[in-house]
């Protein structure tokens, strides 16, 4: 079975592909380091011949505001012309648990607006809505660091590792189109700042995490529960102790 990973040489991309590879599909990376451009249009018709399903994990390269809803309802747009006219028959994206709880925030704003496309088009198409990966922990400690402080609300946080959103993905893909999401979320369920505080800790990080309910993230005060799954999502099975000790060992 070919399938079309868009954004397939970054983070979740590039497990996704080798996890597909795997198990027997072909997997075919695509995004601008392959000569292919969602934006621009720039090898789609080439890549999509012949797939099955396309998987969407591409992501804006700037978190601003305007920015990030251009790049969603463009590349949306582009890339699903290019599926309707290959034929492809079950369109795959990852978006974020929360997104349609918070559309005030720019950037979940941008991901409602790509979710919206894809349901008014003709193509099958399955949403998987995940949460904060492991992998990006530090880089949301680094945007709340406020001189010798990270700054954190005491809103409830339910991070997945990567590994596991790429298995969910390639699961998915190689189904049938659920025609609606899915949501999918790491087993442990913390508190924001307590999360953070045991994160520094166990990075030998001597930045102090200050419990703020006021400070932000991606620009905006959360709520409970912005960033959690609801009833009947599904699991994770690694801890983050457990993932950390992992990634470190290697």
Do not use: C
């Amino acid at each position: 079975m070919k399938i079309v990973v868009i954004g397939g040489t970054g983070l979740i991309g590039s497990k996704l592909v080798t996890k597909l590879g795997e198990h027997g599909h072909e997997a075919v990376p695509a995004s601008p380091n392959t000569g292919v451009n969602t934006l621009t249009g720039a090898g789609l018709a080439e890549a999509l011949t012949g797939a099955s399903a396309v998987v969407d994990v591409s992501n804006s390269p700037s978190f601003e505001d305007a920015a990030v809803l251009e790049f969603f309802e463009t590349s949306t747009r582009n890339l699903l012309a290019a599926e309707a006219a290959a034929g492809v028959g079950h369109h795959v994206a990852l978006s974020v648990v929360g997104t349609q709880r918070r559309p005030d925030i720019g950037y979940f704003r941008g991901k409602v607006a790509q979710e919206e496309l894809i349901k008014d088009s003709p193509i099958p198409f399955s949403i998987v809505h995940a949460t904060q990966f492991f992998e990006f922990a530090r880089g949301i400690a680094d945007g709340a660091t406020d001189g010798d402080s990270v700054r954190m609300p005491p809103v409830l946080f339910q991070p997945i590792a990567g590994d596991e959103v790429a298995q969910t993905l390639g699961r998915v893909a190689v189904g049938p189109p659920l025609n609606g999401p899915v949501e999918i979320a790491g087993p442990e369920q913390f508190r924001m700042d307590e999360f953070f505080r045991y994160a520094l800790t166990a990075w030998g990080d001597p930045r102090e995490v200050v419990t703020d309910p006021h400070a932000h993230y991606f620009g905006a005060e959360l709520n409970e529960p912005d960033l959690v799954p609801g009833d009947g999502a599904t699991l994770g099975e690694i801890k983050y102790a457990d993932w950390l000790g992992s990634t470190a060992a290697r």
